[in-house]
């Protein structure tokens, strides 16, 4: 869950998703689709050396015509797609880059740092990762959550690897990597306990599983903590996806922003790493599909 500086949150705008966005101008770049599990092979590879998709509560057009756009673009997937939304991505020869385990309107602060919830998050992964296997999915997102009273970090980062890893052995029979989010508690999020590179890193080396990785958001890292490329560098091991954003404000990630978002694609790709880099940022533009655009070339590396 994110908010942004429009008051705009992750739910909020899911919510929101109806009309189709203006017709895109520009000359698309080339278009390249990852090959999805199941899908007739394009032959083609994403541009640059990093695959590229766009969470799905960024844009407002409709999934269809969305896929159909980003496709155009370059684009490898679409990132943060509940179960229902699965088979039209995958349809259109694009990857879903990451998947909900379930519909819960506290996703985020409902989280495995609580033992209390450990029962209800382990069912919907034990139902929701074969699934997410049988469509050709490699990635479902969960949380930390956050903060108890009575439930110190330390106590909260054992029983957050107690939980995970209860789960990692079915994520591994399967293929799937679960990863776990990290967010800011400064200005979005505020009780989040997983809002440290630290505290995820140290809940990953207890599990010490490829199968579970923390999603490293790059917007809220840089807010709670900076040194972003250093970060990215020293604990790349333990990370499975990245998401971007603009900081401040969580737009565009242009040089309005105070953030080298192309000495950071670069340094991920240097580091040969295969995963998504999901962008996550709400367009100020008139038109969206501009701002996707440019964070497509700026992350083409």
């Known amino acids: 869950m994110i908010t942004t500086s429009t008051g705009i949150s992750r739910r909020a705008a899911l919510g929101r998703l109806a009309a189709g966005a203006a017709a895109f101008g520009a000359m698309p770049l080339l278009a390249a689709a990852e090959a999805v599990p199941g899908k007739k092979a394009t032959g083609k590879a994403p541009p640059g050396r990093l695959k590229q998709s766009l969470s799905r509560w960024t844009s407002k057009a409709p999934l269809p015509e969305l896929c159909k756009r980003l496709k155009a673009l370059g684009f490898a997937g679409v990132d943060l797609l509940y179960a229902d939304e699965w088979a039209q991505v995958l349809d259109s020869g694009l990857a879903v880059s990451m998947g909900y385990p379930t519909k819960r309107d506290d996703f985020i602060t409902f989280g495995f740092n609580d033992p209390a919830n450990h029962a209800t998050l382990l069912k919907e992964l034990e139902t929701s990762i074969p699934k997410a296997k049988s469509a050709g ?41 679960l990863c776990v989010e990290l967010l800011n508690s400064k200005v979005d999020h505020h009780g989040y306990q997983g809002d440290s590179t630290a505290f995820g890193v140290a809940v990953m080396k207890g599990i010490n599983s490829p199968n579970v990785k923390l999603l490293y958001d790059i917007y809220h890292m840089q807010i709670m903590e900076g040194d972003v490329i250093r970060t990215i560098r020293n ?33 991920i ?10 962008h996550e940022f709400m367009p100020a533009r008139n038109d969206p599909f501009d701002s996707f655009a440019e964070a497509f070339k700026i992350c083409t590396v």
């Open 269 to 278: 790709a240097d580091l040969d790493y295969k995963g998504f880099i999901a």
């Open 235 to 267: 604990n790349i091991q333990w990370i499975g996806h990245f998401h971007t954003g603009g900081v401040p404000g969580r737009h565009e990630i242009d040089g309005t922003q105070e953030l080298n978002y192309h000495a950071i694609a670069k340094a």
């Open 137 to 177: 999915l490699t990635n479902v997102i969960t949380m930390f959550g956050n903060r108890v009273a009575g439930i110190d970090d330390h106590q909260a980062l054992d029983n957050c690897v107690a939980g995970l890893s209860k789960i990692a052995p079915l994520a591994a029979e399967n293929g799937i990597t």
